[in-house]
C-alpha cells in the first residue's frame, strides 16, 4: 500500500505542491502543506516539489498462498421478506466466472425466516448455501451481519465474494472487507477472472471518464459489489442440486451494542430500473416544459421516463429518474433516447437493454456506440413526429 509524507526539514513552505494537487489534497496551513483525505496518491506532488520534500512510502504486503482460498461466494440478500433479484444476477456471473478456473458457486444467506430461500437458490446452480436463520437477525445489523458473513468466510475461504450493491450491501461489504484487509471494489459494471484467480474488476472512474481495471493481487478474499440490473441472471432448473448447511450465530452477534428501537417502512415507489421501455431525455433539449414530449411518448408506448444528469443539475427532474452512477442502472428491452450524448457513466448503466435506439444530431455522440438503431437528426423534428404517428396508429 502506498501513502504521500511531507519532509518538513525540507519543506519551505512555497506551496507548490497545494496549486498542482488535481484533487485539492493539499491545504496549507500556517504556511505548511497538509494532507487531507482527497489523496489519491498519484504523485503529482511529488514531481512539483522544489525541494523534493516529498515522499512517496509504500508498505509491503505478504502475498497469501492462493491455493489456498477457492470457489465465489455470492452474499443473497433478503429484504422485505424477498430474495433481492441482484442476488440472482451475481450467481448468474459468478457460474460464468467460475468455469474459468474450475470453482464452485456458493451463497449464503442471513437474517430471520430465510431458511426457505436455500431451497430456491439450489434451482440456480449453486453448490452450497449457508444458512444463519435466527431471531437477532431479524433486521439488518451491518456488525451482526458482517460477523455471520466472515464466520462462513472463514470456514470456506472463498477466494471471491460478491454482494450486492444495495443500501444493505453497500454497508456491509465495507466491513468484510476490512476485517480481512483486503480491497473492495465498488459499483462494478464488469468482472473477469484470471487463470490465476485474480478478479479483474472494471469500474467508470474519474468521473466517468476511464474505466478502470483494479485487481487484488496479494490478498484474499477480493470483494466485489455490484449494482442491479448490470448482469445476467441464469435460468432456474426444475431439479435442485446441491446442499444447505445451517450454521449457528457466531458469538460476536449476541455482543452487538446495536439494539432495535422501531422500525418505519419506506412507501413504496416505481423504480425506472423495473420499467421494460423507457424514453430518456438528455442535454439536447431545450427548455424544461420540452420534458412533457418525452413524457407523452412514454405514455403512449407504455413504459416510463428518464432523462441524464445534465437535465437533474438544472433542477427539472429528481435524482431518481436519473440514468447514469450516481442516478439508476436500468436494463429495459427498449430504451430510446432523445439529446443524449453517451458519456461512459451514463452508458455503462443502460448499454445491456435489449433494444436501443438513440436521437442525436451529433453524428460523432458516443451514445451511436451502444445503439443498435442510431438516428441522426433533429429530435425536434423526429419527436413530434414519433408521438403524432403513434397516435395515428392507435387511433
Known sequence: MAQIAILERKCNGCGQCAKSCPFGAIDMN????????????????????????????????????????????????????????????????????AKNVNFRVNAILVGRGVEPFAQELLHYGVHEVAVYDDPGLSFFRADAYACCVE???????????????????????????TRFHTGLTADCTQLELRENTDLVQIRPAFGGNIMAQIVTTRTRPQFATVRYKVMNAPERS????????????PKGVAESPVRHVSTEPVPAVESISDAEILVVGGRGLQKESDLEMIRELAGLLHGDWAVSRPLVEKGWTTNNRQIGLSGRTVRPKLIITFGVSGAIQFASCMNKSDHIIAVNSDGQAPIFEVAHIAVVGDLYQILPDMIRRIKEAQA
Open 30 to 97: 500556517n504556511g505548511k502543506p497538509e494532507l487531507n483525505a482527497a489523496c489519491k496518491v498519484c504523485g503529482v506532488c511529488l514531481k512539483n516539489c522544489p525541494q523534493k520534500a516529498i515522499v512517496r512510502l509504500e508498505t509491503k504486503v505478504e502475498s497469501v498462498d492462493k491455493t489456498q482460498w477457492n470457489d465465489i461466494l455470492v452474499f443473497a440478500e433478503v429484504s422485505g421478506g424477498q430474495l433481492h433479484p441482484v442476488s440472482l444476477e451475481l450467481i448468474g456471473k459468478a457460474r460464468e466466472l
Open 151 to 177: 464466520d462462513y468466510i472463514k470456514l470456506r475461504k472463498p477466494s471471491v465474494v460478491l454482494v450486492g450493491a444495495t443500501s444493505l450491501g453497500r454497508s456491509l461489504a465495507p466491513r468484510l472487507s
Open 238 to 249: 426444475a431439479e435442485a442440486a446441491g446442499t444447505v448447511l445451517n450454521r449457528s450465530i
